[in-house]
């Protein structure tokens, strides 16, 4: 049988009875073997059921990173109940939105993030747990409580079953949510294993959020081959090169600024980090800091291209055997680029990235028009623009124009998002939001505003209000005023002739 045709929780059953005496999990504070680690899925899935949560519910996670985070995955694994993580980077509002579409009969909540429920009765999303050791919240039962041993046999899973629902970036204020199947995942991280060649020796540093696709098929593509997460609640690259020169690890996800930090961390180590069990770096980043990582350790950084709606990466490659691009489509996923009749643009033409394969979701949650649409002609549609060469390698071009999209830290953001929430400043006439490139994060967010007549805001006002309306990490890092916007013989705003001209 082929590692993904199992459950994911099948294969925790596996990892206990194969390796059950070698290291799971890992964190600052302690660790669990496979055996340990799926005794405790076991437990939190027998008090998952005793709080009534069956196959198809939803369990809405609001928290940072934690081995009890992971044990959630693999307990709603076992009762068939779907994973709905939650960006903790979002406000309330923007949390609101995503409890309202996947309409949870749990919540789980990270003491911290308790204001982002502000206003809203938790309770009417049924069990409201809390992760944490502070006093319990009113309404809340501590997540350790529901740790229970009695036997409670698995639900009747099928590896085609939705096992979590991943946010994507938010479309006119509307966060979808893409379904992923146990096949989804597996499939996704049997093609990691084998691509990059991860064994049961392999340690990966989980510090991406685990809300996060990378950060969830990582972590999944170790379990797969019996080796071991090391935990992070939040990142922090001091701590980070200590626990990965501690328990050896060598395998690191990045998206600017990760890796930089991590490598500035180490030469900056009172009692100097080595890094020397460090193999791969995977994600996206800067050439000059691609570089600093192979000068300074024996890592390979390894790129590709992917999306939530595709399980992580379709295509992958070593950035030192064809840079600049996202290296060749995996053994299971058929990657096109496409016209917009659906028909393959010739080679070194650039084209809509279309994907088909198991590896591609099964669909947006509770959306069936957007799903539709995005599989038109048979293929998922990524909304990306990309073009192969004569080698089969795959460039990334951008985003096609309707979807516009800016990548700030290993964040989506829509610019229609930002645009929409500093459109409610009375004194803002137009505006336009681009992203312009950024040696930290990659990209950085920059609004171009038009003002009526008379009126006047600083740069700090704008940010600070749109912080204010969305979730932080989306608010301008610049903001310049104009007399007037160009526009278009329509009269809409000409995005390209504002990119040419600001960014």
């Not at 019996?226 to 609640?233: C, L, P, R, S, T």
């Not at 009172?270 to 024996?298: C, F, M, W």
């Not at 295509?315 to 996923?333: F, Y």
């Not at 004569?390 to 124009?401: A, W």
Request: glycine share 8%; hydrophobic share 40%.
């Amino acid at each position: 049988m082929e590692l993904h045709e199992y459950t994911i929780y099948e294969l925790l059953q596996s990892n206990a009875h194969q390796k059950g005496d070698q290291l799971a999990v890992i964190s600052a504070e302690k660790s669990y073997t496979h055996a340990q680690f799926l005794e405790r899925v076991d437990q939190l899935a027998a008090g998952l059921a005793a709080q009534g949560i069956t196959k198809g519910d939803r369990l809405c996670i609001l928290a940072q990173n934690s081995i009890a985070y992971l044990e959630l995955y693999g307990a709603c694994a076992k009762t068939g109940a779907i994973s709905y993580p939650v960006n903790w980077r979002l406000s309330p509002a923007e949390v609101k939105g995503v409890l309202d579409l996947a309409d949870p009969q749990m919540i789980i909540v990270g003491m911290e993030h308790l204001p982002q429920l502000e206003g809203l009765d938790a309770t009417q999303f049924g069990v409201c747990a809390l992760i944490g050791d502070a006093k319990r919240a009113e309404g809340f039962i501590p997540l350790s409580d529901l740790y229970i041993s009695e036997i409670v046999e698995p639900a009747d899973v099928s590896n085609t079953d939705p096992f979590a629902i991943i946010s994507t970036a938010a479309v006119a204020g509307v966060a979808r949510g893409a379904v992923l199947t146990h096949k989804n995942l597996l499939t996704a991280g049997d093609q990691i294993v084998n691509a990059v060649g991860l064994t049961e020796t392999d340690r990966h540093l989980a510090a991406l959020p685990l809300f996060h696709i990378t950060g969830l098929g990582l972590s999944l593509a170790v379990m797969q081959v019996g080796g071991a997460n090391v935990v992070m609640e939040k990142f922090d690259p001091a701590q980070a090169v200590q626990l990965m020169d501690e328990h050896r690890v060598t395998l690191v996800a990045d998206f600017p600024p990760i890796l930089q930090m991590l490598l500035d961390a180490r030469q900056a180590a009172s009692a100097g980090a080595s890094l020397e069990s460090l193999k791969h770096v995977a994600g996206l980043d800067a050439p000059d800091t691609i570089q600093r990582l192979y000068a300074e350790t024996n890592a390979k950084f390894w790129t590709g291209f992917g999306q939530s709606e595709t399980s992580g990466l379709v295509t992958i490659g070593r950035v030192d055997e064809k840079p600049g691009s996202a290296g060749k489509p995996l053994p299971a996923a058929q990657v096109r680029c496409v016209n917009e009749a659906g028909q393959d643009v010739p080679v070194g033409q650039s084209g809509e990235i279309a994907v088909q394969g198991p590896l591609v979701f099964a669909g947006y949650w509770r959306d069936p028009d957007a799903t539709k649409f995005a599989s038109r002609h048979g293929w998922h549609h990524t909304g990306d623009v990309g073009k192969f060469d004569e080698e089969g390698y795959l460039y990334y071009v951008g985003r096609k124009p309707e979807k516009e999209l800016i990548k700030s830290g290993g964040e989506n953001i829509y610019p229609a998002e930002v645009e929409n929430a500093i459109a409610g400043m009375p004194a803002v006439a137009a505006v336009c939001v681009i992203g312009v490139p950024n040696e930290k994060w990659g990209e950085a967010v920059k609004a171009v505003i038009e003002l009526h007549p008379g009126q006047s805001l600083t740069p700090e006002d704008v940010s600070q209000y749109v912080a204010d309306q969305i979730a932080s990490y989306k608010k301008p890092r610049l903001v310049e005023f104009v007399d007037e916007l160009p526009r278009t013989e329509s009269g809409e705003i000409d995005r390209e002739a504002v990119k040419a001209a600001h960014a």
